[in-house]
């Protein structure tokens, strides 16, 4: 059958696009605002936040594994190439270090193991959505924000934090093992040039974009879950959803803290 | 007459331009089981959403013993909720929790009570519903258990605070006869042991009539008759008598 509804002009749809982004926004906001508000009072939920510390952690240290090591691999072999060709290599680590450690690990982490974590959210908390089990913990008069949200992002913020360490290192070693066996360049000596063309801030700047990635990751994952609609199929489509929203988002504030950090 | 517990004034519901309430009103008397029916899609469950603060009437009044749900903040509705309990359609189990851990949710939350209690308190739940038989049954996850038997461990769970007020949604929808006739009775003796008010959602005529001591019919957004099964077989308007003899 033809459909003879007629179709809205671009700028109407253009303006409701802007509008549910709009809405969208406000949503994470409130939702962190509620969050802290619930948190911040007793109990404190240190058992739910370090149960979720340890699933988020466990369940992405295979992941994170597998992406640090390869990161390490194929950046410092790009450099490598590069620097043969005006005879520096032995200049790879420090070159690799700084894209390291600055960006690529916690940017790469948060778009892949940061996308595992938010989209486990979604399915898990749009499920019990749909299933009523969010109402049922309300029902029985405790709070689903402080049960459910807190923990979840609490544990977010923390856990990529303390996977972008994780990765570092096995970024560092397999960036090594292959400026040694491809480029001839030590290990030891790839490892001094590395840690060497580091300062303090790089740590810093680094680990603090994981731990604001780790937040909007632990946001966008519990508030696409909260607002799964109804049915299975709404579960998919949160889920689906949370893939775009976490990645743009990560890609987004990227840029933002990589203008505020670059300059200092 | 048993006093008002509950009464909804005048309370409008919409959703989007879904119309659900219009100008509605209904009491609940103290220790009675009231049962709301009505047709699928009607909003029979809102009701109950609305009575424990799940959801927002746009126009009028929800009181429960006279305070309005709707004007609640998160700790005053935390405590009528440790008052009224709610069974969901579907159970609604916390699936990552054991049958133990589920019913003896609303006790780790709200009590002081040890492990050893609150497994008692359990035991002692799930035998009131027909589940005390089965000595490994707590050890046991949602995902495990028959239909039947989830909804009854979720009856349980709603007992386990000694609620004064329960509250059923569709408790026997897709349950076969003889775990229809179970739950029923479990209705009947949760009111008679416990002396329990409870309002139940369905649209099941033979539970309704069973269980019931006054049923509401919902029916085009407000309740046009609330009354006796005897009442409503006898005096029901033409709509309500349709929908109850199955009339097309």
């Not at chain 2, 492990?115 to 308190?121: E, Q």
Request: glycine share 10%.
């Amino acid at each position: 059958m033809t459909d003879t509804t007629p179709r809205k002009p671009i700028v109407a749809r253009m303006g409701e696009t802007i509008l549910a982004g709009i809405e969208w926004a406000g949503g994470i906001a409130r939702l962190l605002l509620i969050s802290i508000g619930v948190g911040v009072r007793r109990p404190y939920g240190v058992y739910d936040i370090f149960y979720q510390i340890v699933a988020l952690g466990v369940r992405s240290l295979a992941l994170t594994t597998i992406m640090s090591i390869f990161i390490g691999i194929v950046l410092t072999w790009q450099f490598g190439e590069a620097l043969m060709d005006f005879g520096a290599k032995n200049a790879v680590g420090s070159a690799a270090s700084l894209a390291l450690v600055r960006e690529l690990v916690p940017g790469i982490l948060a778009l892949t193991v940061g996308a595992r974590m938010a989209t486990g959210m979604a399915a898990e908390l749009g499920s019990m959505k749909v299933s009523e089990q969010i109402d049922a913990i309300a029902s029985l008069g405790a709070d689903p924000i402080k049960k459910l949200v807190w923990p979840r992002v609490v544990a977010a913020t923390v856990a990529l934090p303390l996977l972008s360490v994780w990765g570092n290192i096995l970024a560092l070693g397999g960036g090594g093992v292959i400026a040694d066996l491809v480029f001839d360049v030590p290990f030891m000596y790839f490892y001094e040039t590395y840690v060497d063309q580091l300062v303090i801030f790089d740590y810093v700047s680094g680990l603090t974009k994981s731990l604001v990635f780790g937040l909007l990751i632990g946001l966008i994952g519990c508030y696409q879950g909260f607002t799964t609609k109804h049915g299975t199929e709404a579960v998919g489509i949160s889920t689906t959803n949370t893939v775009v929203a976490t990645s743009v988002m990560i890609l987004l504030m990227d840029f933002i803290l990589t203008t505020i950090f670059l300059p200092i | 007459m048993a006093k008002t517990i509950i009464e909804l004034r005048g309370v409008c519901k919409k959703f989007g331009k879904h119309v659900v309430y219009k100008d509605m009103d209904l009491q609940v008397r103290e220790g009675e089981t009231l049962t709301v029916i009505g047709g699928s899609g009607q909003g029979k469950s809102v009701c109950l959403k609305l009575i424990t603060g799940l959801l927002k009437a746009e126009e009028g009044d929800v009181l429960v013993d006279g305070e309005e749900v709707g004007d609640m903040n998160a700790d005053r509705l935390s405590r009528l909720r440790r008052r009224l309990s709610m069974v969901f359609q579907g159970g609604a189990l916390f699936d990552s929790m054991s049958v133990l851990d589920n019913v003896g949710y609303a006790l780790r939350e709200h009590t002081d009570m040890s492990d050893d209690a609150i497994l008692a308190r359990a035991r002692e739940c799930l035998d009131m519903v027909g589940l005390g038989s089965d000595p490994h049954l707590i050890d046991r996850m949602p995902a495990s258990l028959s239909g039947g038997m989830r909804k009854r461990v979720a009856l349980a769970r709603s007992i386990a605070i000694k609620p004064e007020v329960i509250l059923y949604d569709e408790p026997t929808t897709g349950l076969d006869p003889m775990n229809i006739k179970r739950i029923g009775e479990m209705i009947k003796k949760l009111q008679r042991e416990l002396g329990v008010t409870s309002i139940v959602v369905t649209h099941e005529m033979p539970i309704a009539f069973d269980v019931s001591d006054r049923i509401a019919m919902l029916h085009e957004k407000h309740f046009p008759f609330v009354g006796t099964p005897t009442q409503m077989r006898r005096d029901a308007p033409q709509a309500v008598r349709d929908f109850v003899e199955g009339r097309v």
